[in-house]
C-alpha cells in the first residue's frame, strides 16, 4: 500500500519519492536488486529481513512500479523482482547516498579521487573479489551497447578512470582533487600494453561516467584500440558498488582495476591506485593468472 502524502505536500517531489522509497528496507532492496539480487531468498538472505517484512517492501515497491514481479519457474510458479526503468532511474539517487555517506559520515570530508588505505571504500573494493556482476550492457564509443565482460576472453580487465580532458574541458581545481589527474596517461598506458592483453587472450575496457560521444572523440584522437563504455546512468557502478567523487556537477568513478573471469565473477581488485603504470602491470599479470584457471570458451 502505498503511503498517502500530505495534501500541502502534493507537489512536492521530494515528500512523493519519500513516500516511495523513504524507508530503510525500501533502499536498501533496490541496492540489492541493482546488484543482482533478484529473488525472495536471496533478498531475506543478504538483508538479514523478516519474510513479512521483505513481502510488504516488495509488494510496495512493485506496485509503486519500481520493480515488476517476473516469473522464474513453473510449478510451483516462483518470481523475480527485477528493477523497471523507473527503479534503474533511481540508482543515481542511491550512488549520490553511497557518495555522500563515503566523504561525510565513513571518511573526513575530504574531496578526493582516491581513497586512504583504511578506508570504507578500500575495505569495499577489497572485498569485492567473489562477487557476480549482474547481466548488463553499457554504451560504448564504437557505437551500440556492449557487454563490460568479454565471454569469449579467458578474462576481462576493466579500468575505472574519473574523466579525460578532451573532448570537454575539467572542472576548475581539477588538478588540486587527490587522485584526479592521470586519466590521459592510464589509457595510453593501457593503449600500449594492448599487444600484450590481445596475445593473452584478455579483453580490456575503459570506464567512466562521462558520455558516449565524449568518450569517441577522445578515443580517436589517442588512437584507443579497446572499448570505452559510459556508465552515465551508473548501473555498472551502482552493481558493483564502486567508489565515486562528486564534482562539476557530477559523479566520477575513483581511479579502480577490476579483472573479471568468463562467469562476469570479480577475480582482483586494485584499488586506490597510487601508481598507474603499476597498475596497469598488476591487471595484465593477475588476469593472465585469472584466464589460466579458467575453464574454456563455451562450445
Same mark, same amino acid.
Given at each position: ?10 507537489? *512536492? ?71 523497471? #526503468? ?73 579500468? *575505472? ?21 592521470? *586519466? ?29 560521444? #565524449? ?6 584522437? #589517442? ?39 568468463? #562467469? ?36
Amino acid at each position: 500500500m502505498l503511503k498517502d502524502v500530505p495534501e500541502r505536500d502534493a507537489s *512536492c517531489a521530494i515528500a512523493q519519492s519519500a513516500a516511495v522509497i523513504g524507508d530503510w528496507w525500501s533502499i536498501l532492496i533496490v541496492r540489492e536488486t541493482a546488484r543482482g539480487r533478484l529473488r525472495f531468498d536471496e533478498l531475506q538472505h543478504e538483508l538479514g529481513i523478516s519474510r513479512k517484512v521483505l513481502t510488504e517492501r516488495l509488494g510496495h515497491l512493485t506496485e509503486a512500479g519500481v520493480l515488476e514481479r517476473v516469473p522464474y519457474q513453473s510449478g510451483p510458479v516462483r518470481y523475480e523482482y527485477r528493477l523497471t #526503468e523507473s527503479g534503474r532511474g533511481l540508482l543515481p539517487v542511491l550512488v549520490a547516498m553511497q557518495d555522500w555517506a563515503d566523504r561525510w559520515l565513513l571518511g573526513d570530508g575530504t574531496l578526493s579521487g582516491s581513497a586512504a588505505p583504511d578506508s570504507a571504500e578500500t575495505a569495499r573494493l577489497a572485498a569485492l573479489p567473489g562477487t557476480r556482476l549482474p547481466e548488463l550492457t553499457l554504451p560504448a564509443h564504437t557505437g551500440g551497447e556492449l557487454d563490460p565482460v568479454d565471454p569469449a576472453a579467458g578474462a576481462t580487465v576493466l579500468f *575505472c578512470y574519473p574523466a579525460t580532458g578532451r573532448p570537454a574541458p575539467l572542472p576548475a581545481g581539477w588538478g588540486d582533487i587527490p587522485g584526479a589527474v592521470g *586519466c590521459t596517461l592510464e589509457n595510453r598506458l593501457f593503449r600500449e600494453a594492448y599487444p600484450e592483453f590481445r596475445a593473452a587472450g584478455l579483453a580490456l575496457r575503459g570506464v567512466s561516467t562521462q558520455r558516449p560521444d #565524449e568518450q569517441r572523440e577522445f578515443a580517436e584522437a #589517442e588512437a584507443i584500440p579497446f572499448p570505452l563504455l559510459s556508465d552515465l546512468d551508473v548501473r555498472l557502478t551502482a552493481a558493483l558498488r564502486l567508489p565515486t567523487f562528486h564534482v562539476g556537477q557530477g559523479l566520477r568513478l575513483k581511479r579502480a582495476v577490476l579483472v573479471l573471469d568468463r #562467469e562476469r565473477v570479480v577475480r582482483r581488485a586494485i584499488f586506490p591506485v597510487t601508481d598507474i603504470p603499476g597498475a596497469v602491470r598488476q591487471a595484465l599479470a593477475d588476469a593472465r593468472e585469472v584466464a589460466l584457471r579458467a575453464p574454456g570458451p563455451p562450445g
